[in-house]
């Protein structure tokens, strides 16, 4: 999404998905996993007559609502919307103006989609080609059509092919930057959207700054504290720059190659301590291998309000510490949903018995390691203060040095007001009235200015700046072999100086673009460009002549970085079609792949894995739990649901087996793993794949390790953790598991005494 | 609430997703057993395409109360705004109102006959039982009273999707009846937009 053009968030939002003509959801099950945000969806069957389709390996309840339904092969999404732009393009159902002006490498896709006629997508897919051909005819002429996805898109080795695909062809339709339409990425928890922008991830600082040394320079000196003494925390000047591992990984880092596993790249050494703050990590793919990381470490901290089953999965018997963390009601501040508007959250209770919040554990672990100071200073700097409020303070912080997705006008004051407020804002549109005028709910990033209303469709170019239009950002250069990469004239937002295209404002083009001429006062204040122009004169100029500072340019259909350019079908590296490994083999392999070498082509053709591991595993989440079920399970109620875990497998399938409805099967993974469920009766599921859910742990291939809670801590339910058996397998670029199209072999298991 | 308004519920069937809000909503308020279900939420047909459907059930607080009929010890009563409770020191847990009811709306404890919850529960409306109002005795044999604080029954204020209404029936047929007459018509948007953004004139 960032490399089509520009940022990787949610378009539009879940209200203004009453505005679509047509709803397309690939890998998303809305109904299970926001069904608050759901009534949307159904409002938009209602009252717009909007004709929902639902594409997924299984019949979700959200497919229950569905006007189609199509049951796709798990890992095939990108033969299936190839098979989609093959008849757009073939019957000219195409957006040409918008491709023309506003897309760089349509052309290349084209090429490749001529190769997906409907009978080769249905050998792929499984999707019968009569429906890929009514679903597509829908989709193209229903008017303006969103597009939703979540986590069944993007957790494939192709997932970053997936996402880039999938933008692909609602660019190709016209459907972006309008209401109504855009890609409508589901967040699966609360505040992800928050997370991801404060630099939850291993190869970006806050704010989706790189690691270059410009960055940490700016940041530096954005939070009070010297270069120098930052890039001395490193190893070595050069570890500062380099990505980390990531959350699917980390365990490599611990077992540090040995016995077989994926070498690593850290500096010679192996993780050795692990802090663990409010993260479900029984619920990531290839849990043995976790246990096997967490048995390696000299210390691990759990910080959770429940006992995080971390704990217990381990054998690990010294320094293992277990902080009790207070919940979100027990403190207060902003929270990002899923629509990048933000929200401010008041304590509810103070924190009971001796739990403590996040940010009290964490300032005092700063203490502990003698950085306090430097890790507070950024809080004072506003005002010059000699102390700081929280999380006021934090909130302004954020404001003043988040330039990149826009945050300037998230200030505390103004956060606070909106929330204060939300009865005088329009559900759908987001727009205020009364006092609230000129402004929209939670001003939804890029929010410019301390006045900025914020954005609410992003590239929407029917609205002037100031309103929260713009083009697609300047990211990827002026041009690319020779073909101008900005956007051509007449699609500049509503009310721009530009009639067309612009490249992204810095100090050097400042006065040309925007044919003003700066003072010397202001000269002396900007910053290098607009990400880090601390003065905000850049932002400010650009707001006054109708321009975003990020440009206005073409989105792309081609990532020339990328090892695919164009996205490509490429099986799963466990793929029940060995036929088709041949024709669409996977990448080779990788080093240093976030630190660790990573299999793609050898793992895939190791042995062909459909002989012994004939049926497709697809996992997901029940409606009364989330992540690894940690606080869900906990409840008597939410637990009283599903008290136990299971599996959903076809009476045809199941009956192959021997495996009666509620007995126990044994489900085998490819890594030589197994768990022990209890096979319930479905008709959700094919008779080729099974469906697991992943918020159960607390036993682990066959055994139960429940005696080891520490006294009354345990959950009110306990089972096997899927990914126990989710296979190995990572996306390229995003090293993302791929834990939505594995293998697995099944079998009855006895009831023993 | 005018004079004559009667309390029903209404189950939106396009609207159900079956995420069991109600259901666990009403349980964790009124503190029940896991074995007493006030509410619950059955599908139909499950996974089969184009035939699966979900409804939330619970007393339907009839007006000419089969339940009430049956009572050998006559424990139950109407109130004015159409509310089927009933008297659970009078209740003798016998489940005639069961064989009667025609939503298996009536519920027995698992565990003897003086479960927490008394003989025989069902749902109140969240309207509290025979004993003083509000009182401790009330909430601990019939759970939260929270129409006489003037809210709206716990289960549908929780409802996700808004498919489960409850009220004075007038006032759902209106609910029902503006989903049914916006078919078709586009998002509702309110009416209003801005002449001002960005603190000047646009
Ligand atoms: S218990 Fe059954 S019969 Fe009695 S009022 Fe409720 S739904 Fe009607
Ligand atoms: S009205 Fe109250 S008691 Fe009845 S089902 Fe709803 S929440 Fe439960
Ligand atoms: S909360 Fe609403 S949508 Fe969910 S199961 Fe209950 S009635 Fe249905």
Redesign the pocket.
Known sequence: MANTWGYGAMTNSLGDIQNAKAIIIFGANPAVNHPVGFQHFLKAQERNNAQMIVVDPVFTKTAAKADIYVRIRPGTDIAFMYGMLHLIFKNGWEDEDFINDRVYAMDDIKAEAAKWTPEKVSDVTGVPAEKLIQVTKLYASAGVGTLIWAMGLTQHSIGSSNTRLAPILQLALGNMGKEGGGTNILRGHDNVQGATDMGCLSDTLPGYYGLSEGSWKYFASSWGVDFEWLQGRFKSSEWMGKKGFTLARWWAGAINGKDGNDQIHNAGTGLKNLFVMGNGITSIAQQAKVKEGLDNLDMLVLCDPFVNEAAILTDKQDDVFILPAATQFETSGTVVATNRSVQWRTKVVDPLYESKTDQWIMFELAKRLGFYDEFTAGMKIKENKKDFTWPEDATDEIARIIKTIGLTGWTAKRVKSHTENWHMFDQISGRGYGKMKGEYYGLPWPCWTEKHSGSPVLYNTDRSVAEGGMGFRNRFGLEHDGTNLLAEDGSAPKDSFIEGGYPEINKDNIEKVLGITLTEDEKAKIGKNWKVDKSNIIVEKCMEKGLAPYGNAKARAKVWTFPDQIPMHREPLHSPRADLVKEFPSYEDKSNHFRVDTKYISKQTEQEWVKDFPINLVTGRLVNMNGAGMENRASKYLAALSPEMFCQIHPDLAGKYGIRDKSMMWIHSPEGTKIKVKAKYSFSVSEDRIFIPFHFAGHFQGEDLTHKFPAGTAPYASGESANTVTNYGYDIVTQIPETKGGLCRIEYAKEEA | MGEFARLNFYCDEHRCINCDGCSVACAEAHELPEYISRRKVITMNEGIENMEYSLSIA????TD????QVCPVDCFYIRADGI?LHDKDKCIGCAY?LY????G??QFPLDGAFGTKGVMD?CTMCAGGPEETNSHEERELYGQNRISEGKVPVCAAMCSTKALLVGDSAKISDIYRERILSKGHGAKTQPYGWDVAYGKKL
Do not use: R
């Open positions: 007393c339907m607080h009839c109360a089969p339940c009430q089927v109102c009667a009811c025609p939503f709306a009536p069902k």
